[in-house]
């Protein structure tokens, strides 16, 4: 716990109620979504300096701006790189391998999700995946439901192997000190597991229906993944600088540095290399884009949420509830890992991850005395990881990733309904946490 100041509330309060008040009304706020998410958690990071519970300056201690900066300049990143046309181009000449067979269609599209998921990020992914989709399904003339559905799945799944690849999984790593390596060798092997048991059912509820004529095939066959690519300088540009970055996620321990150095520098070379040519209007233009690329809702939702939970934190009362958790684990690990991630999963599921995780993992660092140290808390913290990434598959409000495809498909004439969504995916993410039940007992206990 971190005790920066003896905090002096306003009106005499207990800064324990006060700051659990807020951070239940905060919560209370994201779930009514009344108000936009961002708002809330300003809103309540602000009254918890003019509360009392932190200073302006313990405040800004709060706010892990590595978190920030990582998620920042792999935004600006992507955006640039989406212009070029490489996720579409991809989408059609993964099609085109399979002789356009509508199951077989279904699979690359999961793998080209699932691997762009893990080295991008998941919303972007499906942001340019699913209008692909639905494209080559129309010509297919078959259902985009069971390519959506299972492309949900592979987002989330893939989003899990790596650091980059989801929002929790970044907090945890920058909380922890975890690198992209880390997670490559601790998480991705699970994620090759589940995405193939995940597609079985789905091949059985619809795979094995999914026919189409000969014409319809013959017109996927007839699109030219050339045409996608709009800018091939930038294309180029962007695959040099995602390289790089991507070897500097791989070496940052070797090399001392932090992921959201290696991000932000990568995204300022990007910048250059798109700016040189241009004059001076021009790149102010195209800078200007390119900021606007960043999910700044997102942004500014972190920096007030890790306020509210680093005042909270200071109060004791995450120390409590660790202690609580505890108890009613018998203060076993492995039983406390297997908690963490069954809590996580479903807790994810209905609510968002962010600011689940946002408040699990203070209350985890609060269980290192008892485990005997930091180290020994390596398998909650990979239990935390699983259980908010994978949870988000549960239902449409898990992930924003889910949100999107299911606009993309309400857009198209094929809405994916809250219900029937969540009848069938909440078993099959139920699935995997068992999954990931035995590979964590196995491989750290």
Request: glycine residues 8%.
């Amino acid at each position: 716990m971190h005790n920066i100041h003896q905090p002096d509330v306003i009106f005499g309060l207990d800064p324990l109620w006060f700051a659990g008040a807020l951070f239940v009304f905060t919560y209370a706020m994201i779930l009514t979504e009344r108000l936009n998410r961002a708002i809330v958690s300003l809103t309540m990071a602000c009254l918890m300096i003019l509360g009392g519970v932190l200073t302006q300056e313990a405040a800004f201690q709060g706010v892990d701006f590595n978190t920030l900066g990582l998620l920042t300049g792999m935004m600006i990143i992507v955006g640039i790189t989406k212009d070029s046309g490489v996720f579409q181009y991809l989408a059609i000449w993964s099609a085109k391998r399979v002789n356009a067979d509508p199951w077989g269609i279904l699979i690359t599209l999961v793998l080209v999700t699932a691997i762009l998921s893990a080295l991008l990020d998941n919303v972007t992914t499906v942001l340019l995946i699913a209008p692909v989709t639905l494209l080559i399904t129309d010509a297919l003339k078959v259902s985009a439901y069971p390519y959506l559905f299972a492309e949900i799945f592979a987002s989330n799944i893939g989003g899990t192997a790596t650091l980059i690849g989801d929002p929790p999984n970044i907090m945890i790593g920058s909380a922890v000190g975890l690198s992209f390596n880390d997670f490559l060798f601790n998480l991705a092997p699970l994620s090759l597991i589940v995405l193939p048991l995940t597609l079985i059912p789905i091949y059985l509820i619809w795979g094995r229906k999914l026919v189409a004529d000969p014409q319809s095939r013959q017109q996927v066959m007839n699109y030219r993944e050339a045409d996608a690519i709009t800018d091939p300088r930038l294309l180029k540009q962007s695959m040099f600088v995602l390289a790089l970055v991507m070897a500097g996620f791989i070496l940052a321990h070797d090399i001392g540095q932090q992921p959201a150095t290696i991000a932000m520098f990568g995204a300022a070379v990007l910048l250059i290399l798109i700016s040189l040519p241009l004059s001076s209007s021009e790149q102010s233009k195209r800078v200007h884009k390119a900021f606007c690329e960043v999910e700044w809702t997102t942004i500014f939702f972190f920096i007030g949420l890790f306020i509210v939970v680093y005042g909270v934190e200071t109060t004791g009362l995450l120390e409590m509830l660790a202690h609580q958790v505890l108890d009613l684990t018998g203060g076993d690990k492995s039983t406390t890992a297997i908690a963490i991630l069954w809590v996580s999963a479903v807790a994810s599921a209905v609510v968002d991850n962010i600011p689940f995780v946002a408040t699990m993992i203070p209350l985890i660092e609060n269980m290192a005395v008892t485990f005997g140290g930091s180290d020994e808390l390596m398998p909650l913290w990979w239990s935390l990881a699983l259980g908010s990434c994978l949870g988000g598959n549960g239902s449409l409000v898990g992930a924003s990733a889910n949100l999107i495809v299911a606009g993309f498909a309400e857009r198209a004439g094929q809405p994916i309904r809250f219900l029937p969504f969540m009848l069938m995916a909440f078993p099959l993410m139920l699935m995997s946490i068992l999954v990931s039940s035995f590979y964590v007992y196995l491989r750290y206990f």
